[in-house]
């Protein structure tokens, strides 16, 4: 699990039927000072209801699957699974 700032939405016209209906956001990942760590990528959220500017935490790769309004997994790159109220590096 990792720390990113979303800074878009993906519009999509067209795209596979499994993802209708699921939100696309352009995030990027920071490190534990918030600086940007990285590429931008695109991430699902499962609420749709982050917005630009929040820090989020996601996963990436074989964590990172979608679960649709059916029930069914469906396999994203990132996926959003949180949003970060505060955080506390030790020793600051």
């Given at each position: 699990m990792d720390m990113a700032r979303i800074i878009g939405t993906v519009v999509a016209t067209r795209k596979t039927p499994s993802l209708d209906g699921v939100t696309l956001l352009v995030i990027?990942?920071?490190?534990?000072?918030l600086q940007p760590k990285g590429e931008p990528l695109i991430a699902s959220d499962s609420s749709g209801r982050r917005g630009t500017g929040e820090i989020v935490y996601y996963v990436a790769s074989g964590d990172a699957v979608y679960t649709g309004p059916d029930g069914k997994d469906i396999p994203v790159d990132a996926g959003i699974i949180g949003i970060v109220d505060t955080a506390h590096l030790a020793g600051s």
């Open positions: 990027q990942p920071v490190d534990e000072r």
